[in-house]
């Protein structure tokens, strides 16, 4: 049960890092744009 709760929040946490470095990746050139402009 616990190595199941371990690995359920293991698998969340990989997801939700995957997610915010894909939106901040995907932000982060058209606020540089912005700025250069």
Known sequence: FFFFFF???FFF???FFFFFSFFFFLK???KIF???K
Do not use: A, Q, V, Y
Request: aromatic residues 42%; charged residues 15%.
């Open 34 to 36: 912005s700025l250069k």
């Open 13 to 15: 946490f990989f997801f």
């Open 28 to 30: 982060l050139p058209k």
């Open 7 to 9: 690995s359920f929040f």
